[in-house]
């Protein structure tokens, strides 16, 4: 992180949505994760519980991603 990221975060605003900005970045990671494996492995996820698990850290990340935005959502 650079300065000017910290001191984005350390304002105010920032940092009363620094919830939701964490979980979209880790869920941004995630998608592209996923793609470059999904892309580079034929077999991907490799078995039912395998793919289970991805399924269900996906959606926690969504939906934590979700009550995020929506708690943290001015107005």
Do not use: C, H, N, Q
């Amino acid at each position: 992180m650079d300065l000017a990221t910290l001191l984005l975060f350390a304002s105010g605003e920032a940092a009363e949505k620094a919830p939701f900005y964490v979980l979209g970045g880790a869920l941004a990671v995630w998608a592209v994760v996923l793609s470059a494996l999904g892309l580079s492995r034929a077999d991907f996820p490799g078995s039912a519980t395998r793919e289970r698990g991805v399924i269900g850290l996906t959606a926690l990340l969504v939906a934590a991603t979700l009550v995020a935005a929506v708690l943290t959502a001015s107005g």
